[in-house]
């Protein structure tokens, strides 16, 4: 059955700082989506970054990159120069299957890691 | 361009009534999910929407229902709350024409509903 797994229930770094946030996913439909989202305190889930499992080189946006380890399904976020405004929840979510007119796209989504950044 | 919205924001309810949640897409998008965030879990998918029918559904009892309109707007429907009804409600618009390989969903900023 697909699942999400975060096993970091909450992580502290410092500012200006790297962290990593570990994810690791099961599945066995080869095609797939990775997604990292953060939640802030008001609720509202944002879009960070995305992985298809055909794609060759991990995806990075900005201070955002997605250590992509196929092999051993993991999908783990890296924040660069961690800022205040970091701190926040990070969800790992997946979408199975292909993209294509007509599919689903239903989410999945791990427990989530509270990261909070120290000054 | 507006985002996804929805309403109410917050919303209190006893148990065995009845609740609407309602939420707009994104300019654009014609697919609507719901999902449903308890406290200190990750978003739980619900079902989704797609030219005004359930598309797909996930592991939730016929309690909760919903509906899309023609202007892609949607509605989720629970009746007789319980008390572990009480949650974050999100909604999630994406496009099935326009969305490119990741297939993306943007999320409103959800209705908190507290069942007492």
């Known amino acids: 059955a697909q699942k999400i797994t975060q096993t970091q229930p909450g992580m502290f770094v410092q500012e200006k700082e790297a962290v990593t946030l570990d994810c690791t996913y099961d599945?066995?439909?080869?095609?797939?989506?990775l997604f990292w989202y953060k939640q802030p305190s008001s609720g509202e889930m944002i879009f960070l970054i995305y992985q298809g499992s055909y794609d060759q080189q991990n995806a990075t946006e900005g201070r955002y990159s997605l250590n992509f380890q196929k092999a051993r399904k993991s999908a783990n976020l890296v924040i660069s120069a961690s800022q205040l405004g970091d701190s926040a929840m990070y969800f790992c979510a997946m979408r199975e299957g292909p993209v294509y007119g007509g599919a689903t796209n239903k989410l999945i989504f791990g427990t989530g890691t509270l990261l909070a950044v120290q000054p | 361009d507006a985002g996804v919205t929805q309403s109410p924001t917050h919303l209190i309810k006893t148990r065995g009534q009845q609740v609407t949640l309602r939420c707009s897409p994104k300019?654009?998008?014609?697919?609507v999910s719901w999902y449903q965030q308890a406290l200190g879990q990750g978003p739980q998918f619900i079902f989704q929407y797609y030219e005004e029918e359930e598309r797909q559904r996930g592991n939730f009892p016929d309690r909760f229902s919903g509906h899309q309109f023609p202007n892609y707007s949607s509605e989720l429907n629970v009746n007789a709350l319980l008390l572990g009804d009480s949650a974050l409600y999100l909604c999630?618009?994406?496009?099935?024409?326009?969305?490119?390989?990741?297939?993306?969903?943007?999320f409103g900023p959800g209705t908190r509903l507290t069942v007492l």
């Open positions: 599945t066995s439909d080869p095609s797939y989506g």
């Open positions: 999630a618009s994406s496009s099935r024409l326009t969305s490119g390989k990741k297939n993306e969903q943007f």
């Open positions: 300019s654009g998008h014609d697919t």
